[in-house]
């Protein structure tokens, strides 16, 4: 089963408005934690922001939240005024703690191609 | 910088060659893991390196792929015989901690690698 799936592989947005970026993940951990990274063309991974299992408030960073819930087992991104400059691919991805033994590995979804309209 | 950098940015290869590539982390970064990621792919773990000692190999596709990381600090990632399968892109990534599930990972831009 995957553990992390994304079943948006395109989104279309117009500059200014929020785009949600979908996420579910499947595990039997108590703790885990969820990031969301952004790959724009040049092929570099950024680091947008985290959740963690226990975090009870939902993660923000500037124009990025996560859309979190629990029970549903969904971490979906929410980007607020999108710009030009979001246009990329954005990867969902969960590290899990497996009872101290994972060592943080993480595991990526298949990723949404985000297109942003001017 | 400060980031994690890694060299080749891009590695054209004939089939049957031997590659290396590098990847230099974050400075004090304990962690270090190396990521294989095909066209239009999610990035795939090949290997995971807590300081010098290789934890967890169970990610490399077969025994031409080798990693080490000898002094705990820069890793490299060889290829012997390429094929033509391991076109992709290679990403390393490091953080801070020893396996907390708490910190990011910090990624370099890649190698892509073309075997032809």
């Known amino acids: 089963a995957q553990k992390i799936t994304q079943t948006q592989p395109g989104m279309f947005v117009q500059e200014k408005e929020a785009v949600t970026l979908d996420c579910t993940y499947d595990?039997?951990?108590?703790?885990?934690?969820l990031f969301w990274y952004k790959q724009p063309s040049s092929g570099e991974m950024i680091f947008l922001i985290y959740?963690?299992?226990?975090?009870?408030q939902n993660a923000t960073e500037g124009r990025y939240s996560l859309n979190f819930q629990k029970a549903r087992k969904s971490a979906n991104l929410v980007i607020s005024a999108s710009q030009l400059g979001d246009s990329a691919m954005y990867f969902c991805?969960?590290?899990?703690?497996?009872?101290?033994?994972?060592?943080?590995?993480?595991?990526f979804g298949q990723g949404t191609i985000l297109t942003v309209h001017p | 910088g400060a980031g994690v950098s890694q060299s080749p940015r891009y590695k054209v290869a004939k089939r049957g060659q031997d590659v290396a590539l590098r990847c230099d982390p974050i400075?004090?970064?304990?962690?270090l893991f190396w990521y294989q990621q095909a066209l239009g792919q999610g990035p795939e773990f090949l290997t995971y390196?807590?300081?010098?000692?290789?934890?967890?190999k169970s990610g490399l596709p077969s025994d031409r792929f080798f990693a080490e990381r000898p002094e705990g600090s820069v890793s490299t990632l060889k290829i012997q015989r390429t094929q033509q399968e391991d076109s992709a892109v290679y990403l390393c990534?490091?953080?801070?901690?020893?396996?907390?599930?708490?910190?990011?990972?910090?990624f370099g831009n890649g190698t892509r690698l073309t075997v032809t």
């Open positions: 595990t039997s951990d108590q703790s885990y934690g």
């Open positions: 400075s004090g970064h304990v962690s």
């Open positions: 990534a490091s953080s801070l901690g020893g396996g907390t599930v708490y910190s990011p990972l910090h």
């Open positions: 959740q963690g299992s226990y975090d009870e």
């Open positions: 390196f807590q300081n010098e000692a290789q934890l967890d």
């Open positions: 991805a969960m590290r899990e703690d497996a009872g101290g033994t994972s060592y943080g590995k993480l595991t």
